[in-house]
């Protein structure tokens, strides 16, 4: 059974930082897509970052305009793990945080912020940025 499980959203006040991590376990994620959206109440999941495997041991990243420049993400691959680092957050960075993975290693870079290509999902973090 496949299972992405979050952890490390909390309350930060604007100009902060935190840290995200998720544990992917059931099945090795290498090689495959893994990365973050967020949903806020009403509103679909929106594209966060992802990782794509591009050959040998490299990968890249691809992250929201909303966050470029602020947040990070990095994945061990020894440990199915991703990380987002999250900094100088914002109000409007407040939501649910998900990590999701897709089965498909074939996805181009078009496919990847899109929610309906991941296969797998956490069960969401809340990260709330207010003072």
């Known amino acids: 059974q496949v299972q992405l499980v979050e952890s490390g959203g909390g309350l930060v006040q604007p100009g902060g930082s935190l840290r995200l991590s998720c544990v992917a376990s059931?099945?090795?994620?290498?090689?495959?897509?893994i990365g973050w959206f967020r949903q806020t109440e009403g509103k679909d999941r929106s594209f966060v970052a992802t990782?794509?495997?591009?050959?040998?041991?490299?990968?890249?990243?691809y992250y929201a305009d909303s966050v470029k420049g602020r947040f990070t993400i990095s994945r061990d691959n020894a440990k199915n793990t991703v990380s987002l680092q999250m900094n100088s957050l914002k109000p409007e960075d407040t939501a649910v945080y998900y990590c999701?993975?897709?089965?498909?290693?074939?996805?181009?870079?078009?496919?990847?912020?899109?929610?309906?290509?991941?296969?797998?999902w956490g069960q969401g973090t809340q990260v709330t940025v207010s003072s």
């Open positions: 059931g099945r090795t994620f290498s090689g495959y897509p």
């Open positions: 990782t794509r495997w591009i050959g040998g041991a490299a990968y890249t990243q």
């Open positions: 999701a993975s897709s089965s498909s290693r074939g996805l181009i870079a078009g496919e990847l912020p899109k929610a309906r290509n991941y296969d797998y």
